[in-house]
């Protein structure tokens, strides 16, 4: 593996596992004396690479969501004097926690610069699968294309229909805005808490398009997941993965969905039982899928790839030039922050960051309060 070495003098060893876009991480972290070590290979790194690279001596990490970081690595961090560890995602499913916070070591994450970006892509395989835009583009560059046709690739209207969101979080939420906004559909929920900012947004939306003439639109959380299913057009998927979300999709739950419904999944591909899916698109081919996730990515179940009513993207829900640097220099934040010695930033806002003058301050700690870490006070 090679790797190149930015600030060789720097004080604290730290180790990026792959390139990140933009400048602005690697100044942040120049500018409180790091030697910076970058890997340069696109290979996902496993357990042994990352630990060769840890060395005797790493002060700080910066890690991907393809990385298992779990108490083998988090011991030989601990061991070699890792302070400040961040996955350079907001999903962290790949960290043992628990296992870094028995090590004493701070997990960072990068949210808040995914939201609407994850929630853009999520709507446009929503589209993608409802119009049949992979098989459409298939079609037609291979040459199939022989004239407009009243009967070719008619798809699913989603105007005025209702959309389920499983997990109404930050991107849950703004892909239910940007659904009910742009094409007045009614949201149906599913999370473990319900979304008072969600609710209202409708509900004043509502007003807006009653005062206009047109019809209101709902918005409720549902208590079971099975009422969702059976009632949505179209189920977008965007809880986090743990032991209770895996496989929470799986041959009984999609055996209720509707015969035409879509089912978008832009979090982690474990949420979705594969092998049942491509058995249910496999019956049911009015039924579609998009997919950006996988369950064992990046390998595909056997006969994913050649299901036509299935749309599928590498992962890229987050791939946008802002995003990805943005979550650049959050995660250098986060490391920079730990190493210098600063307080946790306390607010889920953390655009401050982003502007000329950022805080001093980390800023998100996924385990700050059970390390006891001290947050901004302002
Ligand atoms: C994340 O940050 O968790 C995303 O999956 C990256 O796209």
Same mark, same amino acid.
């Given at each position: 593996?090679?790797?190149?070495?930015?600030?060789?003098?720097? @004080?604290?060893? /730290?180790?990026?596992? @792959?390139?990140?876009?933009?400048?602005?991480?690697?100044?942040?972290?120049?500018?409180?004396?790091?030697?910076?070590?970058?890997?340069?290979?696109?290979?996902?790194?496993?357990?042994?690479?990352?630990?060769? $690279?840890?060395?005797?001596?790493?002060?700080?990490?910066?890690?991907?969501?393809?990385?298992?970081? !779990?108490?083998?690595?988090?011991?030989?961090?601990?061991?070699?004097?890792?302070?400040?560890?961040?996955?350079?995602?907001?999903?962290?499913?790949?960290?043992?926690?628990?296992?870094?916070?028995?090590?004493?070591?701070?997990?960072?994450?990068?949210? !808040?610069?995914?939201?609407?970006?994850?929630?853009?892509?999520?709507?446009?395989?929503?589209?993608?699968?409802?119009?049949?835009?992979?098989?459409?583009? #298939?079609? *037609?560059?291979?040459?199939?294309?022989? !004239?407009?046709?009243?009967?070719?690739?008619?798809?699913?209207?989603?105007?005025?229909?209702?959309?389920?969101?499983?997990?109404?979080?930050?991107?849950?939420? $703004?892909? $239910?805005?940007?659904?009910?906004?742009?094409? @007045?559909?009614?949201?149906?929920?599913?999370?473990?808490?319900?979304?008072?900012?969600?609710?209202?947004?409708?509900?004043?939306?509502?007003?807006?398009?009653?005062?206009?003439?047109?019809?209101?639109?709902?918005?409720?959380?549902?208590? #079971?997941?099975?009422?969702?299913?059976?009632?949505?057009?179209?189920?977008?998927?965007?809880?986090?993965?743990?032991?209770?979300?895996?496989?929470?999709?799986?041959?009984?739950?999609?055996?209720?969905?509707?015969?035409?419904? *879509?089912?978008?999944?832009?979090? #982690?591909?474990?949420?979705?039982?594969?092998?049942?899916?491509?058995?249910?698109?496999?019956?049911?081919?009015?039924?579609?899928?998009?997919?950006?996730?996988?369950?064992?990515?990046?390998?595909?179940?056997?006969?994913?790839?050649?299901?036509?009513? /299935?749309?599928?993207?590498?992962?890229?829900?987050?791939?946008?030039?802002?995003? #990805?640097?943005?979550?650049?220099?959050?995660?250098?934040?986060?490391?920079?922050?730990?190493?210098? !010695?600063?307080?946790?930033? +306390?607010?889920?806002?953390?655009? +401050?960051?982003?502007?000329?003058?950022?805080?001093?301050?980390? +800023?998100?700690?996924?385990?700050?309060?059970?390390?006891?870490?001290?947050?901004?006070?302002?």
């Amino acid at each position: 593996m090679e790797w190149k070495t930015a600030n060789a003098d720097g @004080k604290n060893r /730290v180790i990026v596992t @792959k390139k990140l876009p933009g400048s602005r991480w690697l100044k942040i972290l120049k500018e409180v004396g790091c030697r910076v070590e970058i890997c340069q290979s696109d290979a996902v790194l496993g357990t042994e690479n990352i630990r060769t $690279a840890i060395g005797s001596r790493c002060d700080g990490a910066i890690g991907q969501l393809t990385e298992d970081w !779990g108490e083998p690595l988090f011991n030989a961090f601990k061991a070699a004097g890792g302070r400040a560890y961040s996955n350079y995602a907001v999903g962290f499913n790949n960290v043992d926690v628990a296992a870094a916070t028995r090590n004493g070591i701070p997990v960072g994450n990068t949210p !808040g610069v995914l939201t609407e970006t994850t929630a853009e892509m999520a709507v446009a395989l929503t589209f993608a699968a409802a119009r049949r835009i992979g098989e459409a583009e #298939r079609f *037609l560059r291979a040459g199939k294309f022989t !004239g407009w046709l009243p009967t070719l690739f008619l798809g699913e209207r989603l105007w005025r229909k209702t959309v389920g969101v499983i997990g109404a979080g930050r991107i849950g939420e $703004a892909y $239910a805005r940007m659904m009910a906004e742009g094409f @007045k559909t009614h949201i149906l929920y599913h999370d473990l808490h319900v979304n008072p900012g969600l609710e209202a947004y409708v509900r004043d939306y509502s007003t807006f398009l009653e005062s206009r003439g047109d019809a209101p639109l709902t918005c409720q959380k549902v208590k #079971r997941l099975e009422d969702l299913l059976q009632a949505a057009d179209c189920v977008s998927i965007h809880t986090v993965l743990d032991a209770a979300t895996r496989h929470l999709i799986n041959a009984d739950r999609l055996a209720l969905m509707k015969e035409n419904a *879509l089912l978008i999944n832009t979090s #982690r591909g474990p949420v979705i039982d594969e092998a049942a899916l491509v058995a249910h698109c496999r019956k049911h081919p009015d039924f579609r899928a998009a997919l950006d996730v996988f369950e064992n990515e990046p390998a595909l179940e056997p006969g994913l790839a050649e299901l036509d009513n /299935v749309v599928i993207v590498p992962h890229i829900a987050s791939a946008t030039g802002w995003t #990805r640097e943005a979550m650049a220099v959050l995660a250098a934040a986060n490391v920079a922050a730990l190493l210098r !010695g600063d307080p946790v930033w +306390p607010e889920s806002d953390v655009t +401050p960051f982003l502007g000329d003058s950022p805080p001093r301050a980390a +800023p998100s700690i996924v385990n700050a309060r059970e390390l006891g870490l001290p947050f901004l006070t302002r």
